[in-house]
């Protein structure tokens, strides 16, 4: 496996890190829709996504063209709060002319195997994603990619992980493998605060993170706050 290529992007605050990342993100968009006819986004979870994804309510687009994944998702009710396509839909996609059908949520209400399951049927119908967001835990994980756990980063790996034992509740998961989230034009991981100030600098020092085997071709930008920087 190659090397992991990242840029390094450091913005004065979390606010500033949401107008940049949106820009980008409808600059891929654009890019995308006039190339190939669709842009295919895998979204992430937490709060750092939930600034950026409000940025994008506020936008105009043409969000008919927009196809939505998600990275990973808990395994709880369909609509539960703690859901990240929950999150999604309040703070970006139900404020938006975003058609239903356009967001192929995990279904993780289904249980850890059949949701993985079922996830990976829909994605072997598609080829690369055009972009993937990802935020980076305390302990390096991203996604539900956890340290000392199955990552899905080996050549053969499947599209989907069922996660049984994640260290954060619940621990029941469904996530999308290293491999699955590699085979993207590109990826931007979002960090904000200086509670990830270690784990970036694990990152940086050459640990082997969760976050460090997610090895796309183009490499990965990572946009940090000034708080999350070493």
């Known amino acids: 496996m190659t090397d992991q290529i990242v840029r390094w992007h450091v913005l ?11 820009r980008e993100i409808l600059d891929a968009a654009h890019a995308a829709i ?19 994804y409000a940025q ?4 105009s687009a043409v969000w008919s063209k927009w196809r939505i994944y998600f990275g990973d998702e808990r395994c709880l009710p369909a609509n539960d709060p703690g859901r990240n396509d929950t999150m999604a839909w309040e703070a970006w996609l139900a404020r938006v002319t975003m058609a239903p059908e356009n967001v192929l949520a995990i279904p993780a209400e ?27 835990g ?14 899905g980063d080996d050549v053969g790996a499947p599209d989907t992980l069922a996660v049984h034992d994640a260290p954060k509740p619940p621990a029941e998961r ?5 491999a699955r989230l590699a085979r ?14 270690a784990a970036v600098m694990a990152w940086q020092g050459g640990e082997a993170l969760p976050a460090s ?17 070493p």
């Open 56 to 59: 994008l309510a506020a936008q």
């Open 213 to 229: 085997r997610i090895r796309p071709l183009g490499g990965v930008d990572v946009f940090l706050d000034a708080a999350a920087m």
């Open 110 to 136: 289904l249980g850890a195997e059949q949701g993985a399951l079922r996830y990976g049927a829909t994605l072997r119908q598609l080829g690369d994603f055009d972009l993937v967001l990802l935020g980076l």
């Open 184 to 197: 993207t034009r590109q990826v931007f991981f979002l960090v904000t605060g200086a509670n990830k100030r």
């Open 12 to 22: 004065p605050d979390g606010q500033a890190l949401a107008g940049e990342v949106s």
């Open 138 to 151: 305390e302990d390096g994980h991203t996604a539900s990619l956890f340290p000392r756990r199955a990552l």
């Open 174 to 178: 469904v996530s999308l493998s290293a």
């Open 34 to 52: 006039r190339s190939r006819g669709q842009f295919h986004i895998v979204l992430a979870g937490g709060e750092t996504p939930r600034s950026v």
